[in-house]
């Protein structure tokens, strides 16, 4: 009946197979759920008239609710849901427009489609995380992504202009940055749109030395709702520093004063919990025309904050790593590797081998990317750069010698995880503890204490450490036999020694990959009490009848979580 009734209102097909629904009950997370319903929307009609439906027949079948899925490679859980799920790249997977500094696109889209687009014009959207070969732009600002270009240019907030969102009474609305008259002048609609403005802008004022405080002090953050960046007064846009407080003073507890009103800033990251995003205006930047790699292998971690800490002054673009674990596997799967790097690239491994040769195996492998519009400033700075470190650290260094050689330690980097999952024999990469971050500052004895932690639970898992060190960002990826009841009770002990660690140095327990089901019961641990409760007021200002992906930001339940572990890989 459900299925019929809903063929009714929307022109998009409805999948009810329950062979065809398998493929919708997981993502690259731990966890698998099966959904009642697939929806693939034509267009943004499809979703408003869904939304009316399900807002509808909420009373009557509580159960019924909404979760918006794109490319499927989330490791939080995110995009599971056991009511009605909506492939947004089936159809709603279109790039509309590139115009000179902007594109314009249906979250459906592939990023690697994207790109393509974008680069034909010389333009790029720096944000895209390691999965860029298999992830959607809608996921991407449903979870704030960020990757290896973040060091220098930031997350998937920075480059959200505008949004094209369904809302909890099944309307469309536009949301971008409004000056504060803008903002009055939504705030005194008499509609539903008009009723979110004054009730955000009230929890806002009313709340705002609590919510500026709760901002966790890292460069980078996916964990509840970014209420602290929604409301930028004057004085940090123009960077006036001395008359800030001021100015968020005037223009928060009052009708007066200047800044922007940004609701976008709430979406991204939201993971679907508050509406449904059916377009999105994205910035974008020109991209250096030069680059230079530098790879530095560490014989042990004790310097690695310190050597963060150096390579940072320098401005790099990027700075990824991946650890002795993954490098040995790359190593084991090496004929894996060279059929997506290609034959010739083989010989490229040498000085790798040699390194390991002379120095032992690395503990953490760096590479350190350098950008700029003259090869020869470029390839002079990072000349300049391996001598110093190489003086300074002791460390082995080596400067890739050509695009196939970059490439090699990007694959290996990009393709870590897929790694894991594929190639290691009785263990499956089991993602929980995925993406924490502290300050560089605190790397050496943060990453010490971290060891310590996860080695104490060597009978259950190995693990590999891979991410960003030039923002203190780590994803720690366990390999566990989830078959095993005693494996999957440890990982509520472990994430509890983990994240208390994490909020110890000042740190958040997801920087990129976003709360969903893994992380969401977490919450409370980092934030406390009262900024949850104002998550709830924010959830149900935008979803009072909680039909916008449930049981994610808000309500999250860890023994739900651990009951939807899948066992069979």
Not at 441 to 469: N, Q, R, V
Not at 496 to 515: F, P, Q, R, W
Not at 534 to 554: A, C, R, S
């Amino acid at each position: 009946m459900l299925v019929n009734q809903i063929k009714e209102v929307i022109k998009g097909e409805v999948i009810e197979n329950s062979n065809e629904l398998k493929a919708y009950g997981h993502d690259a997370s731990i966890f698998e759920v099966q959904p009642k319903l697939v929806v693939k929307p034509k267009d943004s009609d499809d979703i408003k008239n869904i939304v009316k439906f399900v807002s509808e027949h909420k009373s009557s079948d509580p159960s019924l609710s909404l979760t918006a899925r794109a490319g499927g490679s989330d490791m939080s859980g995110g995009p599971l849901n056991e009511s009605i799920i909506l492939d947004f790249t089936a159809h709603m997977n279109k790039v509309i427009e590139v115009g000179v500094d902007y594109a314009i696109t249906e979250p459906g889209a592939f990023y690697r489609d994207f790109e393509k687009e974008t680069l034909k014009k010389g333009l790029l959207m720096p944000s895209y995380p390691a999965s860029r070969e298999l992830c959607a732009v809608g996921g991407m600002v449903a979870n704030n992504a960020g990757g290896e270009k973040s060091l220098r240019y930031g997350k998937t907030e920075n480059y959200v202009e505008e949004l094209d969102v369904v809302l909890n009474d099944g309307n469309e609305y536009v949301f971008k940055a409004l000056t504060v008259d803008e903002l009055e002048q939504k705030k005194s609609q008499n509609d539903f749109e008009g009723e979110i403005y004054r009730k955000m802008h009230e929890l806002l004022g009313g709340n705002y030395e609590l919510i500026q405080k709760a901002k966790p002090d890292v460069s980078k953050n996916s964990a509840g709702y970014a209420l602290w960046n929604i409301w930028r007064p004057a004085a940090e846009i123009d960077g006036d520093v001395e008359s800030q407080g001021q100015e968020r003073q005037v223009s928060m507890n009052g009708n007066i004063g200047t800044g922007m009103f940004d609701l976008t800033k709430l979406f991204v990251g939201s993971q679907g919990t508050l509406g449904i995003i059916t377009k999105m205006k994205f910035r974008l930047v020109n991209p250096a025309t030069f680059s230079k790699l530098l790879i530095v292998f560490l014989k042990d971690m004790d310097v690695t904050g310190d050597l963060v800490i150096a390579l940072n002054t320098h401005n790099p673009e990027s700075m990824e790593s991946y650890d002795d674990n993954t490098f040995k596997l790359a190593l084991k799967i090496l004929p894996d590797l060279v059929r997506k790097i290609g034959l010739a690239s083989l010989f490229k491994f040498i000085p790798d081998v040699w390194a390991i040769v002379t120095g032992g195996v690395p503990k953490l492998i760096m590479l350190v990317e350098f950008t700029g519009d003259d090869e020869e400033s470029v390839e002079r700075k990072v000349q300049n750069i391996k001598q110093e470190i190489k003086s300074r650290f002791k460390v082995k260094t080596r400067i890739a010698s050509n695009e196939a050689d970059v490439q090699k330690y990007w694959t290996i980097r990009r393709e870590s995880f897929n790694l894991l999952r594929k190639h290691v024999k009785g263990k499956k990469a089991a993602p929980f503890i995925d993406d924490i971050i502290v300050k560089p500052e605190y790397l050496s004895k943060f990453l010490t204490e971290l060891k310590g932690i996860l080695d104490e639970y060597k009978k259950y898992m190995i693990y590999t450490i891979a991410g960003h060190p030039g923002d203190g960002n780590f994803h720690i990826i366990p390999l566990m036999d989830l078959s095993d009841e005693k494996s999957r009770l440890v990982i509520p002990e472990i994430s509890e020694k983990v994240y208390d660690l994490v909020l110890k140095y000042g740190g958040s327990i997801t920087a990129e990959h976003n709360d969903g089901l893994i992380r969401t019961p977490y919450l409370e641990k980092m934030y406390g009490e009262d900024i949850v409760e104002l998550f709830e007021q924010v959830k149900e200002i935008f979803d009072p009848l909680n039909i916008f992906n449930p049981g994610k930001k808000v309500g999250g339940d860890i023994e739900y979580s651990m009951r939807h572990i899948k066992t069979n890989f």
